[in-house]
């Protein structure tokens, strides 16, 4: 069973720039969750993924925005790059239709915004 | 955004105590979940509760999914030092069109100095 995997590891970005995060489910799930960390906070969600559309959102402002791909791996776009969007930037992946509904990480891209 | 109440912020754990961690929130959930993160990677699944007064454990872990579906409690039984990390706490209804988590600040173990 292959986990969550995310690209890139890390990145710095310059105020203004636009930036995109890949994000690939584990093996078995359809559901993708993109979650922001700020240093020293829980993770706080976006939005979440399902049948290639969003399927909820967190309040985050329109400049975030994603795009779920039909074997189910999903990307994160974020525009006009803000210094406080510098954080770790977490997918998780589920499956959506059972009983049950558990999450899994990756290990996520932290972006610097300078 | 909305977090959930986590207590203790941290703690100092010695070899061989037992650890006591809660989790509480205004909201009622259907779903709770306890994760624990290391340094530089993401949040790895411990226990999942999806019943109110449900008991769960995992190896030396064990997890209660409070009768008022407000709150949640993880125990940790003769603590070794690779439990050192950032325990989460997260509260979600599932069953619904959005399936999001709401994560506590987290609890933080520490080797005694």
């Known amino acids: 069973e292959t986990g969550v995997t995310q690209s890139p590891t890390h990145l710095i970005k310059t105020r203004g720039q636009q930036v995109t995060l890949r994000c690939s489910s584990q093996s078995g799930h359809n559901t993708v969750s993109w979650y922001q960390q700020a240093l020293g906070q829980g993770p706080q969600f976006i939005f979440q993924?399902?049948?290639?559309?969003?399927?909820g959102r967190g309040n985050f402002p329109p400049r975030f925005s994603g795009l779920q791909f039909p074997n189910y791996s999903s990307e994160l776009n974020v525009n006009a790059l803000e210094l406080d969007d510098s954080a770790l930037y977490l997918c998780a992946s589920s499956w959506t239709g059972g009983r049950t509904y558990e999450q899994y990480f990756g290990p996520g891209t932290r972006l610097t915004v300078t | 955004g909305q977090q959930l109440n986590q207590s203790p912020q941290s703690m100092f754990i010695q070899e061989g105590e037992d650890v006591s961690m809660n989790c509480t929130s205004s909201s009622i959930f259907n779903t709770w979940l306890w994760y624990k993160q290391d340094p530089g990677e993401g949040p790895v699944l411990l226990i999942a509760l999806y019943k109110a007064g449900e008991l769960t454990s995992n190896g030396r872990l064990t997890a209660q999914f409070g009768i008022t579906r407000k709150d949640s409690f993880l125990n940790i039984s003769a603590s070794i030092p690779s439990d050192v990390g950032i325990y989460f706490c997260a509260g979600g209804n599932y069953g619904g069109s959005q399936g999001n988590l709401i994560f506590g600040k987290g609890t933080k173990l520490s080797v005694k100095p």
């Open positions: 993924y399902y049948r290639e559309e969003e399927n």
